[in-house]
């Protein structure tokens, strides 16, 4: 008799299905002998398999209960599939099971494996995936697939559940702002739903979701994640289904504990740093920042057409240039003011000044001008005359090589700067000797400097040209102060043309 193709694939699939149930069947009849593991071969899937993959990272190598997390979900099911994740092979060695579908992944690329060997997604090849901290039991069957059930049934794009601990979660509010550089964490307005979540959890995301994330296993893990989660607008929603903790809870030493938060504090510093947060204001009020300071270089190299390079990345300056800058005026205008130097708000400071009563967001610098007779009153200026003068709180002040004005840096290794440029009057219009290529650099009537006027600046009150509207518009054209733009349109634009 002539088999139809339909018949010859049905058959096909019967047997495909008979192998598949005879590899199983002989795996939990060998773990329960306690004999060797027979390896399962990878079957191809058209669709992913509707299952939740447990996946374990965020753990310490040198005190963990991995085993144990593990063995509490092969309790309820053999056949769990469950990926532990790490930089490097773990050390001490991790005791896991020696069966197909518990997979040690090793994310740090290696001279001698493939590329893909080095993809936490060439590991999974379920629906969904479990982010399972250390130290989580499963105490009953079934619990990571009710979570899956609840997240196709909610708006949120993640669902978690709590891990019953001393540290029980609650509901955060995130707001990542990228083009200034900055997280703000508070109360969560509608929970259960969140943008964050403090405390340990259980989480299940979609694997296309969570693969999709720029940095989806970077540690620490609830730190990065709802980062990334919330910047796409994405919501987690906590669970009333909770996890318990381990038997035998890891870190239980208080030396464990100390070196596991050193080492999950320099973790979470290189990663908001690399994400580029450099300011994020905790739950209650509380800000840290990780950016640039006086004894590191700027966040930025040198500004090559006026432009700097964060704009180039649609980001303004980072916040803690921004407060350098600050402070590096406030110091330098102290300075001046006890030296009876007359000085005043210049060009994009100014501009700053009138508009936002502060730096302009997107400003990599301070300028002030001074009258040049006045140098003389001066102690630094006048040893900035004749080579770099740090003074008692780390400031140097110099003569700039771009030309004759004075240049004072916030400190020898971070080079955000003041730019103090010397005008003189002739013949009533203040003039100087070194002009720039800026379209704002343009001589101007004396008038605009008798009187000054304090001005709102930084901060602070700093000295000012009268009538600064008329000044501005002189030096940038009309509407100078309503019309925002960046210093060269024609590399970028703040509308976007450039």
């Not at 019967?14 to 593991?37: K, P, W």
């Not at 060009?347 to 610098?365: E, K, T």
């Not at 780390?394 to 010397?422: C, I, M």
Request: glycine fraction near 6%; charged fraction near 20%.
């Amino acid at each position: 008799m002539r088999l139809t193709r339909c018949q010859v694939a049905l058959a096909a699939a019967i047997t495909l299905n008979l192998l598949v149930f005879f590899y199983v069947s002989r795996l939990q009849q060998q773990r329960r002998r306690g004999g060797r593991a027979v390896r399962l071969p990878r079957l191809p899937h058209s669709a992913p398999d509707s299952r939740v993959t447990v996946l374990i990272r965020e753990f310490e190598a040198f005190d963990n209960a991995v085993p144990e997390v593990v063995a509490s979900f092969l309790h309820h099911d053999p056949t769990q599939p469950i990926v532990v994740a790490a930089d490097t092979l773990p050390y001490p060695p991790l005791a896991l099971p020696a069966i197909p579908n518990v997979r040690l992944a090793l994310l740090q690329p290696s001279l001698d494996r493939p590329a893909a060997a080095s993809q936490p997604e060439t590991y999974v090849d379920t629906e969904f995936v479990a982010l399972v901290p250390d130290g989580t039991r499963a105490e009953s069957p079934g619990q990571l697939q009710r979570m899956a059930e609840e997240l196709k049934n909610t708006h949120a794009r993640l669902v978690a559940a709590p891990v019953a601990t001393a540290n029980p979660p609650h509901c955060l509010a995130l707001e990542v702002n990228l083009r200034e550089w900055t997280a703000s964490y508070g109360p969560a307005p509608d929970p259960p739903f969140c943008d964050a979540l403090d405390g340990e959890v259980v989480v299940v995301v979609r694997t296309r979701d969570l693969f999709n994330l720029s940095a989806p296993l970077a540690r620490p893990m609830s730190t990065s994640l709802f980062l990334q989660t919330s910047v796409r607008g994405w919501s987690v929603r906590l669970l009333d289904l909770p996890f318990a903790p381990a038997r035998q809870p890891p870190l239980a030493t208080a030396h464990a504990r100390w070196k596991a938060e050193k080492e999950g504090r320099a973790r979470r510093d290189a990663l908001l740093r690399t994400l580029g947060v450099r300011l994020v204001s905790w739950e209650g009020g509380r800000q840290e920042w990780f950016g640039c300071g006086k004894e590191t270089a700027r966040c930025f190299d040198t500004v090559v057409g006026d432009t700097p390079s964060y704009l180039y990345e649609g980001r303004w300056t980072p916040p803690c240039c921004l407060q350098a800058l600050r402070e590096t005026a406030r110091h330098v205008i102290g300075v001046l003011e006890a030296a009876r130097v007359r000085y005043w708000l210049e060009g994009g400071s100014l501009l700053g000044a009138a508009r936002h009563g502060d730096i302009i967001p997107w400003d990599y610098d301070v300028d002030l001008g001074i009258y040049l007779e006045d140098v003389a009153n001066c102690e630094q200026l006048r040893g900035a005359e004749v080579g770099s003068v740090v003074d008692e709180r780390g400031f140097v002040w110099e003569k700039a090589v771009e030309g004759d004005f004075f240049r004072v840096q916030y400190s020898e290794t971070n080079h955000l700067h003041v730019d103090l440029w010397p005008f003189y009057p002739r013949n009533g219009v203040m003039t100087k000797d070194t002009w720039l290529d800026h379209r704002q650099d343009v001589e101007f009537p004396e008038h605009f400097l008798h009187p000054l006027v304090p001005l709102q600046f930084a901060g602070f009150l700093a000295q000012a040209p009268n009538n600064y509207r008329r000044f501005l518009e002189l030096k940038f054209g009309p509407g100078a102060i309503e019309n925002p733009e960046y210093p060269n349109p024609a590399l970028r634009s703040l509308t976007g043309s450039g």
